[in-house]
T-cell receptor, first 117, second 110 residues
């Protein structure tokens, strides 16, 4: 099976611009989660989509949004970029089942390195 | 904060030695997962341990979970250069939220 893919891998933007990142999950996975990773804050959860619906959301401002398509592919959008948005953005997919023992194993993509100048 | 916290933040050991990393958390969890990340890349899942389990093994990895102490440990035996990476615990809750700690940076010395 192909792994989780993310495009683009690297991106340079300037303050005030907006950006869209894409994630293709493992075939058969219905859940896609997005994380922001920075040296100072570590890995922070942005949101999770399951069957085209946002199921969980982290504590990020409304400039961060996402969506999921019927084929489970997901996009994340950041509007009005700020310098502090520079980070590695990771996408993870899983089956998204509710087993009663918490979330399934997540499989991560290689990430998109966003630099805001 | 519900965040799991790894200890130590950084660890350097000689190749062949065992490495132990710990994770503590504050509220009840449904499961706890350990991940590895090589420099600036995506995370790789290592082991998932459920709240009703006490120990799991996978190759050279051994994970324990003590829910009474709200802590978990990851043991890597007979370390290799390729084990150099950051290791994260992820605490997973009833509402399916997953919270990652800030990680332990492990460096294996030749």
């Amino acid at each position: 099976k192909a792994g989780v893919t993310q495009t683009p891998r690297y991106l340079i933007k300037t303050r005030g611009q907006q950006v869209t990142l894409s994630c293709s999950p493992i075939s058969g996975h219905r859940s896609v989660s997005w994380y922001q990773q920075t040296p100072g804050q570590g890995l922070q959860f942005l949101f999770e989509y399951f069957s085209e619906t946002q199921r969980n959301k982290g504590n990020f401002p409304g400039r961060f949004s996402g969506r999921q398509f019927s084929n489970s592919r997901s996009e994340m959008n950041v509007s009005t970029l700020e310098l502090g948005d520079s980070a590695l953005y990771l996408c993870a997919s899983s089956l998204g089942r509710n087993t009663g023992f918490g979330p399934d194993t997540q499989y991560f993509g290689p990430g998109t390195r966003l630099t805001v100048l | 904060s519900q965040q799991g916290e790894e200890d130590p933040q950084a660890l350097s050991i000689q190749e062949g030695e065992n490495a132990t990393m710990n994770c503590s958390y504050k509220t009840s969890i449904n499961n706890l997962q350990w991940y590895r990340q090589n420099s600036g890349r995506g995370l790789v899942h290592l082991i998932l341990i459920r709240s009703n389990e006490r120990e799991k093994h996978s190759g050279r990895l051994r994970v324990t979970l003590d829910t009474s102490k709200k802590s978990s440990s990851l043991l890597i035996t007979a370390s290799r250069a390729a084990d150099t990476a950051s290791y994260f615990c992820a605490t997973c809750f009833r509402d399916d939220k997953i919270i990652f700690g800030k990680g332990t940076r492990l460096h294996i010395l030749p």
